[in-house]
Nanobody
Framework: QVQLAESGGGLVRSGGSLTLSCTISGRTRSPYVMAWFRQPPAKDRAFVAAINWSGLNTYYTDSVKGRFTISRDNAKNTVYLQMNALKPEDTAVYYC?????????????????WGRGTQVTVSS
């Protein structure tokens, strides 16, 4: 059974930084792609960033380009999301997702494994 565990969320002031981590366990084959999505209060879950397991390809939603960086450590089966210059509108529950099949990296239905989420709150 594949399990994803996120960590690193918290409360930070506007302009601050946080690093989220997501560790995957329970399967020997590496996911084709891993991603971060986020769900602000009373809104739908939306794509933030994705990375294929080779690390050669990364994808970002426009609102985080230049501020967020997704990376991975295959030896640790972990994906990271470095978030800089945080804004109050970045406040959300952040979810890690994994896919073992090919699909559009920014589409929710590409991913069949999800973590439970970690709260990120950015105060103004």
């Amino acid at each position: 059974q594949v399990q994803l565990a996120e960590s690193g969320g918290g409360l930070v002031r506007s302009g601050g930084s946080l690093t989220l981590s997501c560790t995957i366990s329970g399967r020997t084959r590496s996911p084709y792609v891993m991603a971060w999505f986020r769900q602000p209060p009373a809104k739908d879950r939306a794509f933030v960033a994705a990375i294929n397991w080779s690390g050669l390809n990364t994808y970002y939603t426009d609102s985080v380009k230049g501020r967020f960086t997704i990376s991975r450590d295959n030896a640790k089966n972990t994906v990271y999301l470095q978030m800089n210059a945080l804004k109050p509108e970045d406040t959300a529950v952040y979810y890690c997702a994994a896919s073992f099949a090919v699909g559009p990296p920014s589409t929710r239905t590409t991913y069949n494994y999800w973590g439970r989420g970690t709260q990120v709150t950015v105060s103004s």
